[in-house]
């Protein structure tokens, strides 16, 4: 999977490395921006209130 | 037959692109190629789950605390501007006080209204208003001013909640009072359904009378949500805010 995103990449090693290095980058921020603030309401670690539900 | 596919593959990829034998790991055998995309969404899976910890336990903290500190600040601006005494002292949509527990040793904590995840992520105390109904201290008569926040991200505010022992100091500050707490009872463990810890008198931590209490809850143990962690204080004093802001000695 990766290696054939890398294969695909255009330009030499470097270019590829700098490529990756920006769609790293893109995903993590996706994720910190808007699927782990989705997935955290989901996950039962943060409750803090005592309620009746 | 295999030996026969493989052969016919490796000579098509060898005139595409690239040497043989990195054409013979690429695509020709299924299985290989399975095993191998498997594994590399397993490292993802893991890789993406580290990140949702330095996110939960780091991240949310840089946003909860720039947040925090922008409200803090505008509220102790508009305290600046709005004479002591005067009108304002009840304007309460940036915020209404501070919260100062020095056994905590995380400063002062801004306190808005509601507990809702909107409300407690921006890395404040939140007094409730569901199921129980906050009495705040300035409000007249006797109750309960029942609070929560993060144990953990967000600001995590409460997270040294188990720091505090009884007799320790908790002081609520608003625009015009000091107003001057002392724990008398804790609950290191309750369900997160005991809704009575609220109470205006909250007789799971020993009081039978009405009286001016706070009430600190979160959640423990750290990292998780499995129970609440309650912390009861009793007013002692009131103190005036003068024109120099002096905090009270519990806060020296």
């Known amino acids: 999977m990766y290696g054939w995103i890398w294969r695909h990449l255009p330009g030499n090693a470097w270019v590829k490395a700098l490529v990756s290095t920006l769609l790293v980058l893109a995903v993590v921020y996706v994720l910190f921006q808007y699927v782990f603030p989705w997935a955290e309401p989901l996950l039962p670690f943060n409750d803090v209130t005592v309620d009746n539900q | ?252």
């Open chain 2, 1 to 252: 037959m295999k030996t026969v596919a493989a052969t016919t593959d490796d000579t098509a990829e060898h005139i595409e692109d690239g040497p043989a034998p990195a054409a013979r790991r690429r695509g020709t055998r299924p299985l290989a190629l399975a095993v191998s995309v498997l594994g590399e969404l397993l490292i993802t899976a893991g890789l993406v789950l580290g990140l949702f910890v330095v996110y939960s336990l780091w991240w949310t903290n840089v946003i909860a605390d720039r947040k925090a500190d922008q409200q803090g600040h505008r509220i102790r601006d508009e305290w600046a501007q709005s004479a002591p005494g005067g009108p304002g002292a009840l304007d309460t949509k940036d915020g209404i006080g501070f919260l100062h527990v020095p056994s905590m040793r995380n400063g002062e904590v801004l306190v808005k209204k509601g507990t809702s995840t909107d409300v407690l992520n921006d890395g404040v105390a939140g007094y409730y208003t569901d199921p129980v109904k906050a009495t705040l201290p300035t409000a007249k008569g006797t109750g309960n001013f029942a609070l929560a926040a993060h144990r953990d991200g967000h600001g995590a505010k409460f997270h040294n909640i188990d720091k505090v022992s009884k007799g320790d100091p908790i002081v609520f500050e608003t625009r015009d009072k000091w107003y001057v707490y002392k724990v008398y009872a804790i609950l290191d463990e309750t369900s997160k359904f005991n809704v009575r810890v609220l109470s205006a008198v909250p007789r799971e931590s020993g009081v039978t009378k009405p009286g001016h209490y706070i009430t600190l809850t979160t959640c423990t143990p750290v990292y998780t949500s499995r129970y609440r962690y309650v912390v009861w204080g009793e007013l002692v004093r009131v103190d005036k805010v003068d024109s120099k802001r002096t905090p009270p000695r519990e806060l020296r």
